[in-house]
């Protein structure tokens, strides 16, 4: 069994390798704090306490489904938390983590394009 910090770190390598992802470590409030371009879409506090930027159509649908818990402090952006415990959260982590990747990075290919 996969300790907290690996764990972290396993999902934070994860995340990395999602296509044109930053780390930004310390910024703020936010231990780690991952961007596409300019857009901060997710942070996670301390060791897999994620918070993920949804758009407000799939952050119902998932709160909905129970597949995470309402933002403690800015739901109204569309951010949910997701806590990592264990190896079989992070299959799930990663299909929120991705679900607002896809929604960032298509922003970022759409403001790239108007740009050209």
């Given at each position: 069994?996969?300790?907290?910090?690996?764990?972290?770190?396993?999902?934070?390598?994860?995340?990395?390798?999602?296509?044109?992802?930053?780390?930004?470590?310390?910024?703020?409030?936010?231990?780690?704090?991952?961007?596409?371009?300019?857009?901060?879409?997710?942070?996670?506090?301390?060791?897999?306490?994620?918070?993920?930027?949804?758009?407000?159509?799939?952050?119902?649908?998932?709160?909905?489904?129970?597949?995470?818990?309402?933002?403690?402090?800015?739901?109204?952006?569309?951010?949910?938390?997701?806590?990592?415990?264990?190896?079989?959260?992070l299959e799930?982590?990663?299909?929120?983590?991705?679900?607002?990747?896809?929604?960032?990075?298509?922003?970022?290919?759409?403001?790239?394009?108007?740009?050209?």
């Amino acid at each position: 069994m996969k300790s907290r910090r690996e764990l972290n770190q396993e999902l934070r390598q994860r995340i990395l390798n999602l296509p044109g992802v930053e780390e930004r470590e310390n910024l703020g409030i936010h231990e780690d704090a991952f961007f596409v371009g300019h857009t901060m879409f997710m942070h996670i506090h301390g060791h897999g306490h994620c918070d993920i930027r949804l758009s407000k159509a799939d952050q119902e649908r998932v709160l909905a489904e129970g597949k995470a818990r309402s933002h403690r402090w800015a739901p109204e952006t569309g951010y949910v938390t997701f806590v990592v415990n264990n190896e079989k959260d992070l299959e799930p982590a990663m299909d929120l983590i991705r679900m607002s990747h896809r929604r960032f990075a298509e922003r970022q290919s759409v403001l790239q394009a108007e740009r050209q």
